[in-house]
């Protein structure tokens, strides 16, 4: 199975600051029926279910604020929170969906210095 | 609207069965491309996937648990169900139904709608 390794494991910002996640696969999601990464993001509130935040690594779902914002490829990932709000503070989790058995990350806390 | 919702025991006991259903409404399973997946979430840790079904019947499992798990899927009744064997407490957790988001030409596009989760304990 791919293994997901999310960076940091959690992380304190200010408001009004910028929030950085890493997520590394151990294999590369690139697929090449679409030349696409197929790598998800997810933002989970507590006592709440995930929120699709990206697919394809860098597709923002509709609805998701533009302060959000996907990058990468390969094996390399990473999702960056602009501007951050109070209403952002949620643990993020990346997915790949590559192969036929999917794996999430581990998460990521993100909390308000 | 897209909805989805678990339903199942709240309780169950060390070796006993888990059936979960999970029914949906919004889309149909019939449909070429569709697909429902199950998650979980054990208290305080990360997500977990646990199997897929699409509209052509074809499932997958994950590698750790498919000696314990059967997903199938009813479609005149717009269900999903989740079968999981041989329980045990470290199988507390949250389970979650998800519909599949499928983009143009029928390409996966994440986990786009998520039902609220179904908790379950298991305990004697």
């Known amino acids: 199975d791919i293994v997901m390794t999310q960076s940091p494991d959690s992380l304190s910002v200010s408001l009004g600051e910028r929030a950085t996640i890493n997520c590394r696969s151990s294999?590369?999601?690139?697929?090449?029926?679409?030349?696409?990464?197929?790598l998800a993001w997810y933002q989970q509130k507590p006592g709440q279910p995930p929120k699709l935040l990206f697919y394809?690594?860098?597709s923002r779902k509709s609805g998701v604020s533009d302060r959000f914002s996907g990058s990468g490829s390969g094996s390399d990932f990473t999702l960056t929170i602009s501007d951050l709000r109070a209403e952002d503070v949620a643990v993020y989790y990346c997915?790949?969906?590559?192969?036929?058995?999917?794996?999430f990350g581990q998460g990521t806390k993100v909390e308000l210095k | 609207q897209v909805t989805l919702r678990e339903s199942g025991p709240a309780l169950v006991k060390p070796t006993q069965t888990l059936t979960l259903t999970c029914t949906f409404s919004?889309?149909?399973?019939?449909?070429?491309?569709?697909?429902v997946a199950w998650i979980r979430q054990s208290p305080g840790k990360a997500l977990e996937w646990l199997a897929h079904i699409d509209w052509n019947d074809d499932k997958e499992y994950s590698t750790s648990l498919k000696t314990r798990l059967t997903i199938s899927k009813d479609t005149s009744k717009n269900q999903v169900v989740l079968r999981m064997t041989k329980m045990d407490p470290v199988d507390t957790a949250t389970y979650y139904c998800?519909?599949?988001?499928?983009?143009?030409?029928?390409?996966?596009?994440?986990?786009?709608?998520w039902g609220q989760g179904s908790l379950v304990t298991v305990s004697s």
């Open positions: 294999q590369g999601l690139l697929h090449r029926s679409n030349n696409k990464n197929y």
């Open positions: 919004g889309f149909s399973l019939t449909t070429r491309g569709m697909c």
């Open positions: 998800a519909r599949v988001g499928v983009e143009a030409h029928g390409y996966y596009a994440g986990l786009d709608y």
């Open positions: 394809w690594a860098t």
């Open positions: 997915q790949q969906y590559k192969t036929i058995s999917w794996t």
